[in-house]
């Protein structure tokens, strides 16, 4: 492996807990004129899950960063003027159409490996099919092309579904936006623009590009953080991080175990990589106040939540209800910048119901109920209720403070 320059820059943790901020759209002045699409380009990946409990996942992220955004105006922002497009990357997730280009690599391995998850019984047939339908009639769902499924569970899928996402994946094919929750799909050739329309960039150079991307938007990440934001191998990284741009650094505290990936890059304990840019100016400006989605990408990679925050965060959504801990879909509150509690919460017509909340210390019972308010008026609630409290003394404080707010 090729020798790898020593780190000529220590951060302390907290230096590297604010630039992780800063980079992720959390602390600072909010880019309003950027909008939604100014916060999918910097972090070049949102990601998509059909739970919807305040809203989908794909709508609290901006939100977190933008606060009351009209949910309308984020589905617009995401789906029209040829902006985004949906594809495998931290899983499935909106990508900047300027993207197109990097995830060429990953379309060429699917190609090459001949199928994925299903295996088709007449892929020329079936495939040809679906070209011409979203040719001549397209876009349309997998029902509108002639069924999803085949009657059993989920993953029995039609042959029409599996050839679908077959193109989707090689790429002939593009999301060019859900309806219902459902892909719409059409011809790539009709949705992504000319410009970005190339599968010319060898995987290497795809590969450099998405951790040059990863390490912007994330300010300061180890080899492993690198990896995991667009699900790249750790040997990947290695092969391109020296092009990349990012400078090699060494983080206080980083050499614990959950750092993961130090010690067999070659590098010391505590080492990382940073974006030239996060280093030029120190992170300023106000932090924001709010719940952010499990699956937000300041907090999707655990192990780097526990690293920066010192919080441990786990999604119990598929966790059996009577062994879960905080909750269906526990979300994190962020204030001050850091991790200070979460709330399972749920909507009964017009109240916000804080099913499970559980609070750090009593530091938090404001901007827990702050978070709570703000939350409440997007989604257009007029009550919020608090149903378990942990620890319970501050029920009493939380519940004031939320009927200040509230009113």
């Known amino acids: ?44 990946a949102v990601q998509l899950d059909t739970i919807s409990v305040l809203a989908r996942s794909h709508e609290l992220v901006p939100y977190a960063r933008l606060g009351a955004v009209g949910r309308e105006t984020v589905e617009s922002a995401y789906w029209t003027g040829s902006h985004a497009f949906e594809y495998w990357s931290h899983a499935a997730c909106i990508l900047p159409i300027e993207e197109w280009p990097h995830f060429a690599f990953r379309r060429r391995a699917r190609a090459a490996r001949g199928h994925r998850w299903h295996v088709m019984e007449d892929s020329e047939r079936s495939c040809a099919a679906v070209r011409d339908r979203l040719r001549n009639d397209g876009p349309l769902t997998a029902s509108e092309l002639g069924g999803a499924k085949n009657g059993g569970e989920w993953y029995d ?19 060019a936006r859900r309806r219902g929750w459902k892909r719409v799909y059409d011809l790539a050739e009709r949705v992504i623009p000319d410009p970005v329309f190339h599968d010319d960039l ?54 614990r175990p959950a750092a993961r990936g130090g010690s067999s890059s070659g590098r010391p304990p505590g080492a990382a990589w940073a974006d030239p840019a996060a280093l030029n100016a120190p992170p300023r400006g106000r ?29 119990e959504a598929y966790v059996p209800r009577q062994r879960r801990i905080h909750g269906y879909f526990a979300m994190p509150l962020l204030s001050g910048g850091r991790l200070l509690g979460r709330v399972d919460p749920a909507r009964e017509g017009g109240t916000l119901v804080a099913r499970q909340l559980s609070l750090l210390s009593g530091r938090a019972v404001r901007p827990m109920a702050e978070a709570l308010a703000e939350a409440a008026s997007w989604v257009g609630c007029t009550g919020v209720r608090v149903e378990r409290m942990d620890p319970p003394e501050l029920a009493g404080p939380l519940e004031k403070a939320v009927a200040e707010l509230v009113g």
């Not at 899928?157 to 989707?168: D, N, R």
């Not at 924001?288 to 441990?312: A, N, Q």
């Open 1 to 44: 492996m090729t020798s790898l320059p020593t780190p000529a820059l220590e951060l302390s943790a907290d230096e590297a807990r604010r630039i992780a901020l800063r980079a992720q759209g959390l602390l600072g002045a909010p880019d309003r004129r950027a909008g939604v699409r100014g916060v999918l380009r910097s972090l070049g």
């Open 157 to 175: 899928w039609s042959e029409t579904k599996i050839a679908v996402e077959w193109l989707l994946d090689t790429g002939e094919v593009v999301c």
């Open 202 to 255: 060898d995987d290497r150079e795809c590969v450099r590009r998405l951790v040059a991307q990863a390490g912007a938007a994330m300010g300061v990440a180890t080899r492993a953080d690198l990896a995991d934001y667009h699900r790249l191998r750790a040997e990947q990284v290695d092969e391109v991080i020296a092009g990349s741009g990012l400078v090699p650094v060494t983080v206080e505290g980083w050499g």
């Open 287 to 315: 932090h924001r106040t709010t719940l952010l989605s499990p699956f937000d990408s300041l907090i999707w990679d655990r192990p780097r939540t526990e690293r920066i925050f010192g919080f441990t965060h786990r999604l």
